[in-house]
């Protein structure tokens, strides 16, 4: 159900030149997932996606996106420098950071970005940091709990993200007075929705503070986005988000509330992450051990460095044994990484074929909060990321950590 983008026979040569573990992408599916938001939106005149660097930091995917359209979404300083050597600045950057540190507020004004506040209070922390951009857009938390229809998605009221709507309507006024010319609002309420319903929810509501707020001040938005959290699904008995779908539910709403409110040329923006990248990216690891005590474990040569979400959430990533796709999956086994973390586990009591030492593992849906999330526990290093092209050929976009990275920053002690 789930099938791999790579087989067998390719791993065993792309291993040739580059050891595993590795994390590679599927350029293919990537442009053809980006043209197909594209086209959800394109009904929108000013439609942009901006991909959230966060969930795959690496210049070349950035600048694949960038070729299908899109611009970025930063939240840190080193986010901010990737966007600009890539080529990619001014409103082409959505700066949506929280707990901002003034000389990344400065960085973003730099580069032109459109910067998104999280809190009122950081009205008057940008104007005396660097002061108000023309264009300027706002975080909106709600609060309570966020459903659709019955069923409870999120808690807003919970999370420490976006203001609640008496500080957005004051803070765009006095951003007003500031000088500011373009407004935008932001919300991101629920994460990894496998709903086509979720957009449409979240964008209804946003459309109706919209008018509220034009009715309450005169303010006009100029745009609305819609964030993150359209999301994939990782175990295989889920169905995919249907995005044009979700891009068609999305313009119901905006014909239903913001068109009659004389709303109409509002642009649509989206922040996604998971969505443009999860499915196109594996993690490729060797079997190198078999361990049969009181459970039956394989160890792999990576581990919760290269894919920290099993570890971190318990999450379920598929794992596919190469060259044993339609063997039956009669044997349990714990699939564990080398961490002295009992936690360091890809998965846990994981029905699958028979694995023998030397077999290729795919762990599936690892191209967005991946390898991006990996950190250097126990002196591990960051592996490899490699990208499948589109004529089938393989190309490194970032080479593994050697040790000489690792002792980097203890300068001059270490001469490795
Ligand atoms: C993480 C994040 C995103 C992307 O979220 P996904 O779940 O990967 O789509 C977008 N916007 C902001 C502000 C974020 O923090």
């Given at each position: 159900m789930k099938k791999p983008f790579v087989t067998k026979e390719q791993i065993e040569e792309i291993v040739k030149t580059y050891p595993t573990p590795f994390h590679i992408y599927d350029e293919k599916a990537i442009r053809e997932n980006a043209r197909k938001l594209k086209q959800a939106f394109s009904?929108?005149?000013g439609y942009k996606e901006y991909f959230a660097v966060k969930a795959t930091p690496n210049p070349t995917i950035l600048r694949i996106l960038n070729e299908e359209g899109c611009g970025t979404d930063c939240s840190s300083y080193t986010e901010l420098l990737m966007s600009k050597k890539v080529g990619i600045t001014g409103s082409n950057?959505?700066?949506?950071?929280?707990?901002?540190?003034a000389e990344e507020f400065k960085l973003a004004r730099e580069l032109g970005a459109t910067i998104n506040l999280d809190d009122y209070t950081h009205v008057k922390f940008l104007n005396d940091t660097c002061g108000i951009p023309e264009t300027i857009s706002c975080r909106y938390n709600p609060g309570g709990t966020f459903s659709i229809s019955t069923t409870i998605m999120d808690n807003p009221g919970d999370a420490k993200y976006g203001m609640p709507k008496d500080q957005l309507f004051k803070a765009y006024v006095e951003l007003k007075e500031l000088g500011a010319k373009k407004f935008g609002l932001h919300s991101f309420l629920a994460?990894?929705?496998?709903?086509?319903?979720y957009y449409p929810t979240l964008a209804k509501m946003l459309f109706q503070v919209a008018v509220e707020l034009k009715e309450q001040t005169g303010i006009e938005l100029s745009f609305i986005n819609l964030s993150g959290?359209?999301?994939?699904?990782?175990?295989?008995d889920k169905e995919p988000n249907d995005i044009l779908a979700i891009g068609e539910g999305v313009r119901k709403a905006f014909e239903e509330v913001l068109v009659p409110a004389g709303l109409g040329d509002v642009s649509i923006y989206t922040e996604l992450g998971r969505f443009m990248l999860a499915p196109y990216g594996h993690l490729v690891t060797k079997a190198i051990h078999e361990k049969h005590i009181h459970k039956e474990y394989i160890g792999v040569d990576a581990c919760a460095v290269n894919l920290m979400r099993p570890a971190m959430y318990g999450a379920y990533h598929h794992i596919t044994v190469l060259g044993k796709?339609?063997?039956?999956?009669d044997h349990t086994y714990d699939i564990t990484g080398s961490?002295?973390?009992?936690?360091?586990?890809?998965?846990?009591d994981r029905q699958l074929p028979k694995i023998d030492m030397g077999d290729y593992l795919v762990i599936h849906d690892t191209g967005a909060h991946g390898f991006a999330m990996g950190y250097n526990y126990n002196g591990k290093l960051k592996s490899a990321e490699l990208l499948l092209c589109e004529d089938k050929s393989v190309k490194m976009i970032r080479r593994a950590e050697t040790p000489e990275d690792y002792f980097a920053t203890l300068d001059g002690y270490w001469e490795v």
């Open positions: 009904w929108n005149k950057i959505m700066f949506s950071s929280n707990d901002t540190p994460s990894n929705t496998v709903t086509n319903e959290g359209v999301g994939i699904p990782y175990t295989p796709e339609n063997d039956p999956c961490l002295c973390e009992n936690n360091d586990k890809f998965a846990i």
